[in-house]
């Protein structure tokens, strides 16, 4: 069993910076793929940034590529966040998940964290 952690969530101003951490537990978290989402009130959850089991593979949703950016340590079993240039609709619930494999869909990711709310003020 996989437990994962975000943090780093909060208010921040238009423009602004945050960075998000999600950590795992377990002996599979060095060699799975992890992914960051958010949700939006009355929205549907998106896919917003993946990760491969080193680091060595990521890839971006059109709608963040340029403004985060995702990284991972592992001997810290920690997936970080980074996120630049916040604009308002960047407010919602970010979650994070662990799926065995790189470049699933959502359905492939098993294990999700409870989220971390960010809101992005104008």
């Known amino acids: 069993q996989v437990q994962v952690v975000e943090s780093g969530g909060g208010l921040v101003q238009a423009g602004g910076s945050l960075r998000l951490s999600c950590t795992a537990s377990g002996r599979t978290f060095s060699t799975a793929a992890v992914g960051w989402f958010r949700q939006a009130p009355g929205k549907e959850r998106d896919f917003l940034a993946t990760?491969?089991?080193?680091?060595?593979?990521?890839r971006y949703a059109d709608s963040v590529k340029g403004r985060f950016t995702i990284s991972r340590d592992n001997a810290k079993r920690t997936v970080y966040l980074q996120m630049n240039s916040l604009k308002p609709e960047d407010t919602a619930v970010y979650s994070c998940?662990?799926?065995?494999?790189?470049?699933?869909?959502?359905?492939?990711?098993?294990?999700w964290g409870q989220g971390t709310q960010v809101t992005v003020s104008s």
């Open positions: 998940a662990v799926a065995l494999d790189y470049g699933l869909p959502i359905s492939g990711y098993t294990y």
């Open positions: 990760i491969n089991y080193n680091g060595g593979r990521t």
